[in-house]
Each structure stands twice: as structure tokens, then as C-alpha cells.
């Protein structure tokens, strides 16, 4: 692959075949009908994300960015010389820049996006700001079975993954510490982990964050609906469903789903669906914790906490952990 007239070693590990329409399906073959968060993030629904992260109701963004702002030179010197950086899920790149801009002498970046127009433009744009970074894009979804290229799995210095986002959070605790194990495996022993975590709190913040007034993020959620018809042959009508989000304290998380409106049968390819008034499907959790939950849910995957940043009204809150 060349960018800006540079050859970059480009891997494209996405199975070819389509395994959309067999999650959703099962999805929605379930009591609890389900879509999993990740197909939220097609082209439209990225820039509607994009959006949303710009809206004054959602603080994280913003929020964690400040942190990361604000720390980068500690975090830099924390992870050391001659790291290779990791990121799963590195969407458009953003905040990765704060940490590039301190650390010292970097071995590479590798970028992991499931979207291969995301991940090249996201390239592109690094490529121009950091020159002499050595940038390694792998085209592949994180949550999956995970592997890095050869080239990259053989570099014996430390590697340590970037997470931002409260991406982790989309998680149950149960796969949350699954993938967190994951990570481990791809970094081995000694090897650190930075990532950006929401921090529970009055439970107002979040239903604003996530029920805007403006109505972005119900039309991010809908717009669910609108990238089956298309890939899958559907047939909602997303003017049957609306957007509904709220914290469930018990489970300390937030939840997003697409209520129905009416009783009514959708098909999806071949598949028909049964739909009762007031049933929903569940597209995503957001799950917050405290300092102490989240260390305790790290050390269950073998990670040892160094250091953590929170701003000022304790909204969000970045750790570094190293493997041990």
C-alpha cells in the first residue's frame, strides 16, 4: 500500500465472507432479541458518532482527551523507549496523537480498524504529521480471534496497547476479562496497557449523554436499522422504532435499545421476526466502574495497575496498567 508516496505494509485480516448476517440473526433469534454494538459504526454511523462525541451532553470525549492532553508526557515516560504502540479499535485516530507527540523513539504504531476507508484515511493523516513513524495498519476486528502480523509479533521490545474510549466498556465484565486476556497474550509479560475508562456517577449525566436533546444519538441507534435493510435485505421500518437509553443501576451500566412501536413482522434475507409493541432490541452497553472495580476486574486478567489520571469532577478516568 502506498501512502504519500510511501510504501506502508498494509494487513487485511478480515475474514471475506459475510459474518454479519449470522450474528444478527442469532441476535435476534434470542428471548432478549440483541445486535452487537459494533455494526452501530458503519460510514454513517461513524460521522453521526463523530457528532455525538462534539455534543455537549457527551463528556467523555472531550473529557478524556483533557486527560490524555494534559498526561501525555508522564504516560510517555511510563511506557518507556522504543515501545511499539497497539490500538484496537482505533477509529479515526484522535487521541492516539497526544501519546505520539511524547514518547521517545517509537518502534511503530499499529493500528487495528475493522473499516478499511477508516483505517487508510486515518493512515493518510498520520503519515503526513508523523514522519519518520513507522505506521503498521491492520485491517481486522479486535473482537474476535486476534493476531498481529508476523513481522510485528516477532519484536522482542515492549509492546502495549492503547485503548481509549470506555470501549471496554461495551463489554460484559465476563468478556471484558476475556479480552483483556487477549491483549495480554498479544504483549506478553512486562508489556503495558493504556486505557480510558467512564467512572460511575450521577446517573443524570448519563441519560443526557445518551438520550441528547438534539436526537444524534437516537439517530445514530436507528440508523442500525437502516444498514440491515441495506447489507441484509431487510425490511424495518425505522419509523416503527425509537431510541431508548438508560442506566441500569443494578448492573451499573448504561443501555441503548430500538423500542417497537407496533406489533409487526420484519424479515431479514430470508428470516422473518416477530415483533410485540414495546419489545426491544438491545444494540448496546456501556458499562461504568469505579477506581477500585476496574483495577479489580484488570487483576483478574493479570494486570497490574502503575498509575491512573482522573480530571477534575472525576467523570473519566485513564489507567496504566503492565502486564504481569
Known amino acids: 500500500m502506498t501512502v504519500n508516496n510511501r510504501v506502508v505494509e498494509f494487513f487485511d485480516l478480515t475474514i471475506k465472507s459475510n459474518n454479519i448476517l449470522k450474528e444478527v440473526l442469532v441476535g435476534l433469534s434470542k428471548s432478549q ?31 478524556e482527551n483533557k486527560i490524555l492532553k494534559n498526561n501525555a508526557h508522564e504516560m510517555a515516560e511510563l511506557i518507556g523507549p522504543d515501545a511499539l504502540l497497539i490500538e484496537p479499535g482505533s477509529g479515526s485516530g484522535d487521541k492516539v496523537r497526544h501519546l505520539l507527540r511524547k514518547l521517545k523513539n517509537p518502534k511503530g504504531y499499529i493500528p487495528i480498524e475493522i473499516s478499511r476507508e477508516i483505517l487508510l484515511r ?13 505506521i503498521i495498519p491492520v ?19 515492549k509492546k502495549v496497547i492503547f485503548f481509549p474510549g470506555s470501549t471496554i466498556g461495551n463489554l460484559v465484565p465476563e468478556e471484558a476479562i476475556r479480552n483483556l486476556k487477549k491483549f495480554g497474550k498479544l504483549i506478553s509479560s512486562g508489556g503495558g496497557l ?52 438508560f442506566y441500569n443501576e443494578e448492573l451499573g451500566r448504561v443501555e441503548m435499545h430500538l423500542k417497537s412501536q ?33 483495577c479489580e476486574l484488570c487483576s483478574k486478567a493479570k494486570f497490574e495497575i502503575k498509575r491512573y489520571w ?15
Do not use: W
Open 310 to 324: 482522573k480530571d477534575e469532577n472525576s467523570l473519566f478516568c485513564v489507567y496504566y496498567f503492565e502486564k504481569e
Open 122 to 134: 486515518m493512515t493518510n493523516e498520520l503519515d503526513d504529521e508523523f514522519l519518520e513513524l513507522n
Open 194 to 245: 493504556l486505557i480510558g475508562v467512564d467512572l460511575k456517577k450521577d446517573s443524570k449525566i448519563f441519560e443526557l449523554a445518551y438520550d441528547d436533546p438534539e436526537g444524534v444519538t437516537a439517530t445514530f441507534n436507528l440508523n442500525l436499522l437502516e444498514r440491515l435493510n441495506r447489507e441484509l435485505d431487510a425490511s424495518f421500518d425505522p419509523s416503527n422504532f425509537s431510541h431508548e437509553a
Open 262 to 294: 407496533i406489533d409487526q413482522l420484519v424479515k431479514v434475507n430470508q428470516t422473518v421476526f416477530r415483533f410485540r409493541k414495546g419489545e426491544t432490541i438491545h444494540t448496546e452497553n456501556s458499562y461504568k466502574y469505579s477506581v477500585e472495580e476496574f
Open 139 to 157: 485491517c481486522a476486528d479486535f473482537t474476535g480471534d486476534l493476531e498481529l502480523p508476523l513481522t510485528v509479533d516477532s519484536y522482542s521490545g
Open 33 to 63: 432479541k440483541t445486535i452487537p454494538p459494533k455494526f452501530l459504526y458503519d460510514q454513517k454511523g461513524s460521522d453521526l458518532f463523530e457528532k455525538i462525541c462534539l455534543l455537549p451532553e457527551y463528556y467523555p470525549t472531550r473529557t
